[in-house]
């Protein structure tokens, strides 16, 4: 029923800009929280920011500053615009949901950034 379809991940040199997007499919009436998780090769999934339908957002420690998530709700797309990018950010990126009408959460399939040094 609910599909993460994502882009914008690529190969950037260290100090560049990316910006990820995330399209989802299904109600635009059901109220959800959305956000970016990334997972680097031998790590664990971590996360990197998340934020409500209202437009409450958070941040990882490590992305603060640098990152900036956003959502359009007509368009139900979020978007993950990351300046400053460093070679630890390096990672798949994945596009998250969690749907308060069931409870459910869904992922998207992940997109890979690259940040060359």
């Known amino acids: 029923q609910v599909q993460l379809v994502e882009s914008g991940g690529g190969l950037v040199q260290a100090g560049g800009s990316l910006r990820l997007s995330c399209g989802v499919s299904?109600?635009?009436?059901?109220?959800?929280?959305m956000g970016w998780y990334r997972q680097a090769p031998g790590k664990q999934r971590e996360l990197v920011a998340t934020?409500?339908?209202?437009?409450?957002?958070n941040y990882a420690d490590s992305v603060m500053g640098r990152f900036t998530i956003s959502r359009d709700n007509a368009k139900n797309t979020v978007y993950l615009q990351m300046k400053s990018l460093q070679p630890e950010d390096t990672a798949v990126y994945y596009c998250?949901?969690?749907?308060?009408?069931?409870?459910?959460?869904?992922w998207g399939q992940g997109t890979q950034v690259t940040v060359s040094s």
């Open positions: 998250y949901l969690h749907r308060h009408l069931t409870n459910d959460d869904y």
């Open positions: 934020i409500s339908r209202s437009q409450t957002t």
């Open positions: 299904g109600s635009t009436f059901v109220i959800n929280t």
